[in-house]
């Protein structure tokens, strides 16, 4: 028997979803949605990123006002400013999630010049974040490009530093499954303190492959996917949450928090407002 069985959903059609072109929700609708993703029985709803986005800080708060049971989620660079934004949208939000993502991609192209500097500034920045919310996210970004050895070793700083839950992206969609399985079973070989957090997954949609991606993890210990209604997001988009739920209420040894009667309703919801 699987130890744990339980998977978290993480939303972020109000976040992700918001960079389809074309896409934009306006402050009522995010609310309306909101309403819904929590009604279907979402773990987390990611609603913006109000250091990039000023106007998200409203929104944050607004959504905030109506949320009772999901945690509402923040997302920020490694930057001070830009914590300090997720903070101040986050201020009355009793659970609550900052997820700080880092570039940690060493190779030629990157901007990333100093490693250590990276390492120092993720445990500076998380150990900030913790005081200002419930739990802290940390999003390895352009992981599946990354240096394994680095990748590790930024892993294992998120997790000293405080955060409860490592996020491992395919942030460009490029992965192919059989690479993406052997970067998380390294990792999960690699760090023990790993079986100490929970390990989230955020694949995009380039190459068609995001819901395979999110899913493939489940039996090395995964236990958040993030995902958008739709599949909507930057570029071709997210994993599509209505077929995340699908695989996984196929498969004997998981089960989420989701109600699926009442994925239909919301997607087409949303369909109706970005025709």
């Keep these: 028997m699987i130890e744990n069985p339980s998977i978290l959903i993480f939303d972020t059609t109000l976040r992700d979803g918001e960079l389809t072109p074309g896409v934009h929700f306006t402050r009522e609708n995010k609310v309306k949605i909101a309403q819904q993703l929590e ?16 106007k998200d800080i409203d929104d944050i708060i607004a959504v905030s006002q109506v949320i009772k ?5 923040a997302l920020a660079g490694s930057q001070e400013a ?25 190779n030629s192209s990157s901007k990333i010049v100093d490693k250590n500097s990276v390492l ?18 940390w999003t390895a970004f352009d992981a599946t490009r990354s240096p394994i050895n680095f990748l590790a070793e930024a892993v294992q ?7 409860k839950i490592i996020s491992i992206p395919d942030s ?13 079973e390294n990792l999960y070989q690699n760090i023990p303190q790993l079986q100490q957090v929970t390990v989230s997954v955020h694949c995009h949609d380039d190459f068609g492959k995001a819901v395979e991606n999110s899913l493939l993890g489940l039996d090395l210990g ?28 196929s498969h004997q040894s998981y089960y989420t928090s989701i109600n699926s009667d009442f994925i239909p309703k919301i997607s087409e919801f949303i369909s109706q407002l970005i025709q």
């Excluded at 700083?157 to 955060?163: L, V």
Aim: charged share 20%; net charge negative.
């Design 222 to 249: 995964v236990r958040q996917i993030e995902c958008a209604v739709n599949g909507l997001g930057a570029r071709k988009g997210n994993a599509n949450l209505g077929e995340i739920i699908d695989k996984i209420k």
């Design 157 to 163: 700083m998120a997790i000293e530093s405080g955060a």
């Design 82 to 106: 830009e914590i300090q934004q997720a903070a101040k949208s986050l201020e009355k939000v009793e659970k609550s999630c900052i997820n700080i993502y880092t570039l940690v991609n060493f």
């Design 69 to 73: 049971n999901s945690t509402i989620c």
């Design 172 to 184: 460009l969609g490029v992965a192919e499954p059989e690479d993406f399985y052997h970067l998380l």
């Design 39 to 54: 009604e279907m029985g979402v773990d987390t709803i990611e609603v913006g990123y109000p250091g990039t986005y000023t």
């Design 120 to 137: 120092s500034t993720i445990h500076q920045h998380i150990s900030q974040a913790k005081n200002y919310c419930h739990q802290v996210q």
